[in-house]
């Protein structure tokens, strides 16, 4: 149950190598090295009738229609725009889409999705006006891609905490029956290893369906989605007809997107609204999920309850023990039992492997290839990820940036030793400061000595951050200390490490990039490369592009 949707408004660093196998997107490449492999005629890609494009979206007024128009692609991005093209301007965040319709039509796209009719069409373009521009996005875009998500079985989670390890254990399952499996979430799109780098948890619907158009095309069976809040509210997701659906937590985090929980639980349970015939798998173990499998069971539609604690649930662990290896649990279903050993430490992933099971047997498959899949899960990199050494360091890599992740990594490994934990972390900036103070009681009650240093600071500055979070370290039973620079912060605590110390480097995990403050842009960071070089009794410094 970790992780959250800190991407949804990020800007992806243009830097080569962030990952091992992560590659730049276009549209209609080759993904897998499958591009030979023939494609069903209806995901192929291709012009079609803009007529057959507006299937399903309910034009309010048209100027200058024409039915037989041919379109290849959608985009919200005039620089992206095309002959071809269909241009849908969104009303954005900062400014009003429609301000680049003339460039639009400029290089070339001769169809304007938008709110009003112009008073002076331009001639010759199709003007498509519509009551609700975001959700017009999905259906056209489903519709030019080809439909590709009713070629592929598709799965849907959701939650704060938590996605990414439920979709990878998820896949674990599905591989281990010949299924290709396609994962499409915080790290971007992983298909059996290679990564396609996108802006957003879940992407904008024209690069959604475009990316599941070429999955089809290469032969995917199955794709999981973590659907974030925010997608929801956008209507990305609109249109995908989920098979299974799966709901991990909920805490606070996005107010500044959502203003309460109430709205961003509301958000959150639209994912459940777009499939009522699916199997809604709900992690019952905090009062959100139980809330929304009462809600859901109300209206008939098919629910399956997991939980770590209710006796009562569908889909249960009883036994629960941990050490620093493993985690081992049984797991209890339609009165069966069977052992389960995962590779992954922390309680939480007990429930998000619940999770992952209870999508597996929602699908039809058995509770002993339910329990194979996950024994033969290895933890997601930078998810309460163990750094191996030869010096027997003990050192754990965790993505935690929310109040509820830092708080169930810190439980976690105190769980495993009684060892000091020295943790590194930052807290990240534009987020509500009530929940920066928070995250310096966590840090101060669950660690013996805290590194306070950097994190994505956006707008934000460090001394902004930290008026928020030196109070509550200031009054916590740990020590801490500021040291603003990153890399320089992870020294430090290998040096800890290396007295007995267990290191906990909280808050980047996988990502290979930091947000610096004052706008003032992004950089590359690799925290494993920064252990690393610290681990060599080298200047982690070094590798700070800044110098």
């Known amino acids: 149950m970790r992780g959250g949707d800190r991407h949804e408004r990020a800007t992806s660093v243009a830097q080569d190598g962030g990952h091992p196998h992560c590659l730049a997107y276009r549209p209609g490449a080759s993904i897998g090295g499958l591009a030979g492999r023939p494609a069903p005629p209806d995901v192929a890609g291709g012009e079609m009738r803009l007529a057959d494009a507006l299937e399903g ?131 971007g799109f992983d298909i059996d290893g290679e990564i396609i780098e996108t802006p957003n948890t879940t992407p904008e619907a024209p690069l959604l369906h475009s990316l599941l158009r070429d999955a089809a095309n290469a032969g995917v069976d199955d794709v999981i989605m973590e659907v974030s809040s925010h997608s929801l509210e956008l209507h990305r997701a609109d249109g995908i007809p989920f098979a299974v659906t799966m709901f991990t937590n909920l805490t606070e985090d996005h107010l500044e997107l959502h203003g309460d929980m109430e709205r961003y639980y509301a958000a959150k349970r639209k994912l459940f609204e777009l499939a009522p015939e699916s199997v809604a798998v709900i992690d019952i173990d905090g009062p959100w999920g139980r809330r929304l499998a009462d809600e859901r069971e109300a209206t008939g539609s098919p629910v399956l309850r ?28 339609q009165d069966a039992r069977r052992p389960v050993r995962l590779h992954w430490l922390g309680d939480y992933n007990v429930r998000n492997a619940l999770t992952a099971a209870g999508a597996a047997l929602s699908l039809g498959y058995s509770l002993d290839e339910t329990v194979a899949g996950l024994e033969a899960a290895k933890p997601v990199t930078g998810r309460l990820e163990p750094i191996a050494n030869d010096d027997d360091l003990a050192i754990i890599i965790d993505y935690a940036h929310t109040t509820d ?3 169930a990594c ?14 590194v972390h930052g807290v990240l900036g534009d987020r509500v400061h009530a929940l920066r103070h928070e995250m310096g009681v966590i840090a101060a009650h669950g660690a013996d000595h805290v590194i306070f240093t950097e994190d994505d600071l956006k707008a934000d500055t460090l001394e902004g951050v930290l008026a928020d979070v030196a109070p509550a370290l200031d009054a916590g039973p740990a020590t801490w200390e500021l040291i603003e620079n990153r890399w320089d912060a992870i020294g430090a605590g290998v040096e800890r490490a290396r007295r007995g110390d267990i290191l906990v480097i909280a808050g980047k995990g996988h990502e290979r990039q930091l947000i610096l403050g004052d706008g003032a842009g992004v950089i590359y960071l690799n925290e494993h490369d920064a252990v690393a070089e610290a681990l060599a009794g080298r200047d982690p410094r070094a590798l700070d592009p800044r110098g």
Do not use: W
């Open 410 to 423: 810190l439980r976690a490994v105190r769980a495993l030793s009684d060892r000091p934990i020295t943790l």
């Open 57 to 187: 979206v309910a034009i309010r007024e048209t100027a200058c229609f024409d039915p037989d128009l041919k379109v290849d692609s959608v985009t919200i991005d005039s620089r992206q725009a095309h002959p071809g093209a269909v241009f849908v301007a969104v009303p954005g965040f900062k400014q009003d889409g429609a301000r680049f319709i003339p460039a639009a039509i400029a290089a070339g796209s001769r169809v304007i999705v938008t709110a009003a009719l112009p008073a002076d069409p331009a001639p010759g373009i199709t003007y498509l006006a519509v009551d609700d521009v975001r959700a017009a996005i999905a259906p056209i875009s489903r519709n030019v891609y080809g439909r590709a998500d009713e070629r592929m079985r598709m799965l849907g989670v959701t939650g704060t905490n938590g996605k990414t390890t439920v979709a990878y254990f998820t896949a674990e399952i599905l591989r281990a029956h010949q299924r290709r499996v396609g994962i499409m979430g915080t790290i």
């Open 405 to 407: 992740a830092l708080a």
């Open 306 to 333: 997991t939980s770590a604690a209710d006796p009562l649930a569908g889909l249960r662990a009883e036994n629960v023990r941990m050490s620093i290896l493993c985690t081992e649990f049984e797991l209890v279903y």
